[in-house]
Antibody
């Protein structure tokens, strides 16, 4: 059974940093692209970033480019999102999501984590 | 970035109704479109991919159609468990983008 478990969310001041983790199990982690998708309170879904199975290719939304870094450790079956220079508008539930098939670029997502809440506020 | 526009933003319907949600892309995306259902406090659930392919385990009352720029999600006979918010997603190009969502409420 595929499981994705996010952690690392919390309250951070504007301008601060946070690193999210997503522990994966139940599939061959290194074979699948992974993505982060966020949802601000009461708002819709926003794709944030994606990384290939090898970690060699990445994409970012314009809203986070230059501030966020996606990475993965295939030996630990873990996906990361390093978030720097955080802003109030980054406040959201952050979901990690597994690509449906072992393709790149990533396509759509059958498996999602439960989400971790990031709140940026002073 | 490709803009995805859903309509309506919300709708009220009764159990047994036929419901149609539309999603329009700002440029052609072939059939690189997925639909998700999301209930409050839960992660999204994949319903349809490649515009019209039903995800395994999803009831057959859900169907998708369209290609290019115009797409539809149809629920043929609304059930109580279908009251939720629905999102379309294009994966034709990065950045991937979602529609703003359509909330299906009980009339």
């Amino acid at each position: 059974e595929v499981q994705l478990l996010e952690s690392g969310g919390g309250l951070v001041q504007p301008g601060g940093s946070l690193r999210l983790s997503c522990a994966a199990s139940g599939f061959t982690f290194s074979s699948y692209a992974m993505s982060w998708v966020r949802q601000a309170p009461g708002k819709g879904l926003e794709w944030v970033s994606a990384i290939s199975g090898s970690g060699g290719s990445t994409y970012y939304a314009d809203s986070v480019k230059g501030r966020f870094t996606i990475s993965r450790d295939n030996s630990k079956n873990t996906l990361y999102l390093q978030m720097n220079s955080l802003r109030a508008e980054d406040t959201a539930v952050y979901y990690c999501a597994k690509d449906y098939s072992s393709s790149w670029p990533a396509e759509y997502f059958q498996h999602w984590g439960q989400g971790t809440l990031v709140t940026v506020s002073s | 970035a490709i803009r995805m526009t859903q309509s309506p933003s919300s709708l009220s319907a009764s159990t047994g109704d036929r419901v149609t949600i539309t999603c329009r892309a700002s440029q052609g995306i072939s059939s690189y479109l997925a639909w998700y259902q999301q209930k409050p406090g839960k992660a999204p659930k994949l319903l349809i991919y490649a515009a019209s392919t039903l995800q395994s385990g999803v009831p057959s009352r859900f169907s998708g159609s369209g290609s290019g720029t115009d797409f539809t999600l149809t629920i043929s006979c609304l059930q109580s468990e279908d009251f939720a918010t629905y999102y379309c997603q294009q994966y034709y190009s990065y950045p991937q983008t979602f529609g703003q969502g359509t909330k299906v409420e009980i009339k």
